[in-house]
């Protein structure tokens, strides 16, 4: 399969659907870790491949040191998924997304935030880095 903008584009569409499915049968006010088991669900009942909790490998300086460093969802080992369930995306939370992305080197990150009104208008942040951008178009 060779890896696209429009390709990640197209799944990040499929990603936000699934958090949206889950935003609407459950609705906001639960914890992060309910909505990430409802979210790996609906992320397999559309036949998307998805980890979660992965640990994220730190190097520094040419030697990998042991660290709890964490993301919450990769699907297709592409698009990394950071779940919230809070009053509010905070800067801290993206600057964190970018660092996975860069440290995983994945295209694109997505935060979204189950403790709004509307997932589509205002939980959910999409951001992409370098290796979006060295993508092919199509």
């Keep these: 399969m060779r890896v696209t903008k429009q390709l990640v584009d197209d799944l990040s569409y499929k990603i936000i659907g699934c958090a949206i499915a889950v935003h609407k049968e459950l609705g906001p006010g639960l914890l992060e870790s309910v909505y990430e088991k409802c979210f790996l ?3 397999q009942l559309q036949k998307l491949t998805a980890v979660s909790q992965q640990k994220v ?3 520094y300086k040419g030697v990998y040191l042991e ?3 964490r993301y919450d969802v ?3 080992d592409l698009i990394i998924v950071e779940l ?3 009053a509010g995306i905070l800067p801290i939370h993206e600057a ?3 660092t996975y992305m860069r440290m995983l080197e994945k ?3 997505i935060l979204i935030n189950f403790n709004c009104t509307n997932i589509f208008k ?3 942040k999409t951001m992409v880095n370098e290796f979006y951008r060295d993508l092919p178009d199509y």
């Design 41 to 43: 669900r609906e992320l």
């Design 67 to 69: 660290a709890d460093l």
């Design 107 to 109: 295209p694109k990150g």
């Design 84 to 86: 919230k369930a809070m």
């Design 96 to 98: 964190v997304l970018l």
């Design 74 to 76: 990769l699907v297709e």
């Design 57 to 59: 490998p730190l190097e």
């Design 122 to 124: 205002y939980g959910q």
